[in-house]
């Protein structure tokens, strides 16, 4: 099945420290979701972004979806010790389904 | 607040086993979803359902089976557990609309011995 290619797998960082992770596809998505996954929990929504160009901001967290529509960034500003987990990106054609394709995370881990 | 209520947080079964994963949405939601998670593959779609007694194949059906009953509840069966189907499963649910949310439950951590 189709896949979204997310950036990077992994990241290690300080606390404060700035992150960014990208998601690129091969096909264009008219809506891009970030999510993000605490240990031991199902993933919860953090922002959604409906229009090519579209940059959407929910506290310390930027989100810009691309303007081809085949990619989205998410941006994390001087990051705190409960931004730990799993971010995925994901990507809706409406095709009359409203079946969403997932990235494969970024698993994000923070040094205090 | 939607709740997304999976039966179990672990379970151990073995070869061979029929296994039922059982899950419950309280919001009326009319869409229902159920998606394995493994490193490095992110969340892929098994079967998904737009309305009681309807359902339809994501991307990795094999070996899976569900059922809907009813609207709250939506059911995922491994017909005959193998050990490749060790995995976190995740149930979300949606509203219809243009675009609604997922909401997901907390997943049942599987291992097939």
């Known amino acids: 099945g189709q896949q979204l290619n997310q950036s990077p797998q992994s990241m290690f960082i300080q606390e404060g420290e700035d992150v960014s992770m990208n998601c690129t596809s091969s096909s264009i998505f008219n809506t891009w979701l970030w999510y993000k996954q605490d240990p031991g929990e199902g993933p919860v929504l953090l922002i959604a972004l409906y229009k090519a160009g579209e940059l959407t901001s929910n506290g310390r967290l930027t989100a810009q979806f691309g303007i081809t529509r085949k990619d989205s960034f998410l941006n994390i500003s001087a990051s705190i010790p409960s931004d730990v987990g799993i971010y995925f990106c994901a990507g809706l054609q409406i095709q009359g389904a409203q079946k969403l394709v997932f990235g494969q995370g970024t698993r994000l881990t923070i040094n205090p | 607040d939607v709740k997304v209520t999976q039966s179990s947080r672990y379970l151990v079964k073995r070869t061979g086993e029929k296994v039922f994963l059982e899950c419950v949405q309280d919001m009326d939601h009319e869409n229902m979803f159920w998606y394995r998670q493994d490193p490095g593959l992110g969340l892929r779609l098994i079967y998904f359902?737009?309305?009681?007694?309807?359902?339809e194949k994501g991307d990795i059906p094999e070996g899976y089976s569900v059922s809907r009953e009813k609207k709250e509840r939506f059911s995922l069966i491994l017909e005959s557990a193998s050990t490749n189907q060790t995995s976190m499963y995740l149930c979300a649910s949606s509203q219809n609309g243009v675009y609604s949310p997922l909401h997901f439950g907390n997943g049942t951590r599987l291992t097939v011995t």
């Open positions: 359902s737009y309305d009681v007694k309807m359902k």
